[in-house]
């Protein structure tokens, strides 16, 4: 079958990653086998092809944990309804573990095994949901980051509709997510980036308030936003540098929930506001099928739509690749595979 993969590891990526043919597969015992119509990349791809710390990855590798096609073959114990079904994946595969709590052990798809950037590519029965006829560029497009998105907002940091949500970073894919369900829950939106082109789109969407984050504390400016009480949630991927601007934006009871930390996993905090305030800081990532079931409803409804930045052919996911790693992208980078 055909692929994009990753040849070598190195930094830049994109040199390494190459449209080439890669065996066929067949699915395992519980799985289906998905003929790929669409595949969208995440930041997930770059640190894959730059080598992730305690993972042994084998070269050529098909990174990609983003996908939605046609189930064309199942496993055994797999029910052959499936058969003919478009499919979303829950790249997110529990490994149950003897005497451990649920989720503690995740193998990923496109991470630890071949992933979705390829004519075709296996996931669980278990981890595929029945899209019906929703498209499949908007499907790949949604998949990973809103179901990231709705956990660190609902599960985690308990949005209510009204609340004041503040999205640092926005341009990514989890931060454009958290943006569509913040509007959908009626929330007043405030995010940052450090580009004010990024923050002209992010109006162009509907924010409320965009602050440019010039590299200093953009927390006054935040609180501005609110008349002074700070937000209820802020959604960061960034960590480092943001840290503590996120803290200082909180309201009291306010919950600031990381799902990365691109920019530093270690920036100086401010415990006494945390107790004083009663502010919680809460870790998040992925979700399991119940909140992919929840979060896709908001596309097949028609609620939220991702924002997609371009579609490529697959046979130039190194322009993708590229794209994203000079950050150039507004919304996801998505492969056509129908041709």
């Not at 499919?87 to 503690?104: D, I, L, T």
């Not at 870790?283 to 409804?301: I, P, V, W, Y």
Request: charged share 20%; hydrophobic share 40%.
């Amino acid at each position: 079958m055909r692929a994009l993969a990753i040849t070598a590891q190195g930094d830049p990526v994109a040199p390494n990653t190459v449209f080439t043919d890669m065996p066929d597969i067949e699915p395992g015992p519980g799985d289906v086998r998905v003929h790929t119509e669409a595949s969208a990349f995440n930041h997930l791809d770059l640190w894959v092809g730059r080598g992730l710390p305690g993972i042994e990855t084998n070269y050529p590798h098909i990174s990609g944990s983003d996908g939605c096609g046609i189930v064309d073959a199942v496993g055994e114990n797999v029910d052959d309804a499936w058969l003919g079904k478009r499919v979303v994946v829950n790249a997110a595969v529990e490994q149950p573990q003897s005497g451990k709590p649920a989720g503690r052990n995740i193998v990923m798809l496109g991470e630890h095994t071949n992933g979705t950037h390829a004519e075709s590519f296996c996931a669980p029965a278990t981890n595929v949901l029945n899209i019906g006829d929703t498209d499949p560029m908007q499907a790949a497009a949604f998949g990973l980051s809103h179901l990231t998105a709705w956990r660190m907002m609902v599960t985690k940091g308990q949005l209510q509709r009204g609340d004041f949500v503040l999205i640092t970073g926005i341009g990514g894919g989890t931060a454009l997510a958290a943006l569509g369900i913040a509007r959908h829950f009626e929330c007043t939106t405030i995010v940052t980036s450090r580009h004010q082109w990024k923050l002209d789109r992010a109006i162009e969407l509907g924010v409320d308030h965009a602050v440019l984050d010039e590299g200093g504390d953009f927390s006054r400016a935040v609180r501005a936003a609110t008349g002074k009480r700070g937000v209820d949630v802020c959604i960061d991927s960034i960590g480092g540098p943001v840290h503590h601007a996120c803290i200082k934006s909180l309201a009291r009871s306010g919950r600031l929930v990381l799902c990365g930390c691109t920019a530093g996993a270690n920036p100086p905090t401010d415990l006494a506001r945390l107790f004083w305030n009663q502010q919680s800081i809460l870790g998040s990532t992925m979700g399991d099928m119940q909140e992919m079931a929840s979060s896709m409803a908001l596309l097949m409804g028609g609620d939220v739509t991702p924002v997609i930045d371009q579609v490529y052919a697959p046979g130039d996911g190194g322009q993708a690749v590229s794209r994203l790693e000079a950050g150039e992208q507004f919304g996801k980078l998505v492969l056509d595979w129908r041709e």
